[in-house]
């Protein structure tokens, strides 16, 4: 890809847009950056607050601990921590720095019912609005599609900003430049300089909560436990570091994450097993960065056809991205990529996402395993073939099915999976 040609410029941007730091499952923190926003337009600390919230934010934020609450979850717990102590200008990292007597605070204000939650019936599988009451007076702020994507204020009933909530990411660089063959191409003809502050964010955050996930107890110690029952050995420390993380990162964490596609996990999947393989290999730096880029640049064309939020486990285009950019540190070149990106998904593709929450790290595992076997398969020509079920010949084809599959075919299946995550328990 020539230098400084249009579409170099598209990837590049693109890169920089989605791998942004968040502290937290970014659902709940979008929930409290709305939360914080509202408060600043408020001018003072609210009395209640009203979430109304699509239904795949209630999945993604229910079951899962919101960071700098004492353990706290939930919608409420979001809510209350963005607008008692949340800092708006931090976006993602909005509630980094509550502090003991916030958290007091916190606590007291959630004690007196103060926040209430309905469900928000939209197009849109991202969507929130939070209003705010205090001293007789009352905002509204919307977020739609992307987590920190404002798109409405109010105060008192007038509008204060507006923008259309439109289908596509307005403001975001158009993702539908992105095929698997382009971004080897640009992976292997960045400018490493152009590059090397986001990837080495990446590499230092996402690898700190995953080291901090197998040294201590979080969720279900799910990276820890494939450590103990497998040892390791790269096949088996690559996909349980990246668990690890996730482990820390679903139990309320409090380091950042650099994220991919709007989440945290799929961050950690994109890169975790990468960097461990790297290191196993011992490539070059420059090389690592290379296969990184191509990682998460491929996780990024995925996602574009799925969205951001859905009832497909995003873990399953993170993890085969992630395999085949540790087949490109083998020296694969764009056959062996397609080919391994294909074999894995079409062992995964029916993976469901029911929440974020503890689960999610077996997933992770899952879905790396998936991809390195995609791998081996085609080292040893084997591989799935066109009309195999989801797939068709060509990687593009099988990657615009499961986008399909996901979008329009598991529409009803998201509903179903949200019924059951909210019918009252006996």
């Known amino acids: 890809m020539e230098k400084r040609d249009t579409k170099y410029l598209q990837y590049l941007q693109i890169l920089r847009e989605e791998l942004i730091p968040a502290m937290g499952c970014t659902e709940p923190i979008a929930i409290a950056y709305g939360a914080a926003r509202a408060r600043v337009l408020l001018g003072e600390k609210p009395e209640k607050i009203l979430v109304e919230a699509s239904g795949n934010l209630i999945k993604n934020v229910k079951s899962v601990v919101v960071p700098n609450t004492g353990g706290l979850k939930g919608i409420e717990a979001a809510a209350a921590a963005g607008a008692l102590a949340g800092k708006p200008e931090k976006e993602l990292e909005v509630i980094a720095d509550i502090t003991e007597e916030q958290k007091a605070e916190l606590a007291l204000f959630l004690g007196r019912k103060a926040v209430e939650v309905r469900f928000l019936d939209s197009k849109f599988p991202l969507d929130l609005i939070i209003t705010a009451e205090g001293s007789g007076h009352s905002t509204r702020v919307r977020i739609a599609q992307y987590h920190t994507n404002v ?21 975001l660089t158009d993702r539908s430049v992105l095929n698997v063959e382009d971004i080897l191409d640009f992976a292997e003809s960045v400018e490493i300089e152009e590059v090397r502050e986001t990837l080495e964010k990446q590499i230092s955050c996402n690898m700190a909560i995953a080291e901090e996930g197998i ?49 945290g996990n799929q961050g950690i999947t994109v890169s975790v097993p990468v960097i461990e393989y790297a290191r196993e290999l011992k490539v070059g730096q420059e090389k690592l960065y290379r296969a990184l880029v191509l990682s998460n640049l491929l996780a990024i064309h995925q996602k574009t056809g799925i969205g951001r939020l859905s009832a497909y486990c995003g873990a399953v285009s993170a993890g085969s991205a992630a395999g085949a950019a540790i087949a490109y540190l083998y020296g694969g070149d764009y056959k062996t990529i397609a080919h391994c990106l294909v074999n894995s998904l079409a062992v995964t593709s029916g993976m469901i996402c029911d929440g974020a929450k503890a689960s999610c790290a077996a997933k992770i595992a899952f879905s790396i395993e998936s991809a390195l076997l995609g791998y081996e398969m085609y080292k040893m020509g084997s591989q799935f073939r066109d009309g195999e079920g989801i797939v068709r010949k060509g990687v593009e084809n099988t990657i615009a099915n499961v986008g399909r599959l ?16 909210t019918e009252a328990r006996c």
């Not at 109010?154 to 307005?170: C, L, N, P, S």
């Not at 996901?406 to 509903?415: A, F, L, Q, V, Y």
């Open 151 to 171: 798109v409405l204020e109010e105060t008192d009933g007038q509008v204060t900003f507006r923008k259309e909530a439109a289908g596509r990411e307005e403001g």
């Open 215 to 263: 040294r201590n107890s979080y969720g279900a110690n799910v990276g820890s436990v494939l450590l103990k029952l497998y040892g390791n050995e790269i096949h088996n420390r690559a996909r349980a570091m990246a668990a690890a993380g996730s482990d820390a990162r679903m139990s309320g964490c409090e380091l950042p994450v650099i994220i991919n596609s709007g989440s």
């Open 406 to 421: 996901s979008k329009e075919g598991m529409r009803e299946t998201d509903r179903e999976i949200l019924k059951m995550m």
